[in-house]
């Protein structure tokens, strides 16, 4: 990570936080009515953050899933930690190299008190070891009011090809790289999913 990516801070908004990256849209048009199960509007955000992890992540590719979990001092934060992974894993051995590392709250400007942590789990494992579709789509469930959900913020590092993939929710999704050209594909590709906000910024880097 270090090697690869120095001084990058894992936190939302990842694109913002390294200089070689693409911000994607999801979900296309939002309106609220369009939060429940199974609608078009969902099926298009699925479609394309699967479409999107299946480009950068083949069966065989190793990689770190890295979770973070805000602690706000309520006491409910370890009580569920393994169920953080338990449903995506295929093989439950797999967890056995789960990590957990506490660190300062990612977002100290929302702290003024200095009492919120970040629990930061870490799973190294292969692409085929995990469920990532059903995992993705519980991404983008989370502000939709659907089940199941998934709340906290998740980065799939690949460590061969020195990529950060990270989902944030049904609207985006943010692709970092060690280099422009371990991604230029993938620009080319799915050029008219890029969002257009950023759209000119993300240009620069592969022009």
């Known amino acids: 990570m270090n090697e690869n990516f120095p001084n990058l801070e894992l936190r939302p908004p990842l694109f913002y936080s390294w200089e070689i990256g693409i911000r994607f849209e999801l979900g296309v048009d939002y309106d609220k009515n369009y939060a429940y199960k ?18 950068m992540f083949s069966d065989k590719d190793d990689l770190y899933i890295v979770v973070d979990v805000n602690d706000y001092a309520d006491g409910e934060t370890f009580k569920h930690k ?24 990612i977002f100290p400007e929302d702290d003024e008190e200095g009492v919120y942590k970040t629990h930061r789990f870490t799973l190294k494992c292969k692409t085929s070891d995990f469920k990532y579709v059903p995992m993705l789509k519980a991404i983008c ?39 422009p050209e371990s991604i ?19 240009d620069e880097v592969f022009k």
Not at 38 to 55: D, H
Not at 184 to 202: A, H, S
Request: hydrophobic share 35%; glycine share 2%.
């Open 38 to 55: 199974n609608s078009l509007y969902l099926q298009e955000a699925y479609s394309r953050v699967i479409t999107l992890f299946k480009s």
């Open 184 to 202: 230029e594909g993938i620009y080319d590709k799915y050029n008219d999913w890029i969002l257009d906000y950023d759209r000119n910024e993300i």
């Open 82 to 105: 393994l169920n953080i992974f338990s449903r995506y894993i295929k093989e439950k051995s797999v967890l056995y190299r789960l990590s957990q590392n506490t660190i300062p709250y």
């Open 141 to 179: 469930n989370q502000d939709m009011e659907i089940r199941p959900s998934f709340f906290h913020s998740v980065y799939f590092i690949n460590i061969n090809r020195k990529t950060i993939f990270h989902a944030y929710d049904d609207k985006g999704c943010d692709l970092l790289a060690s280099s």
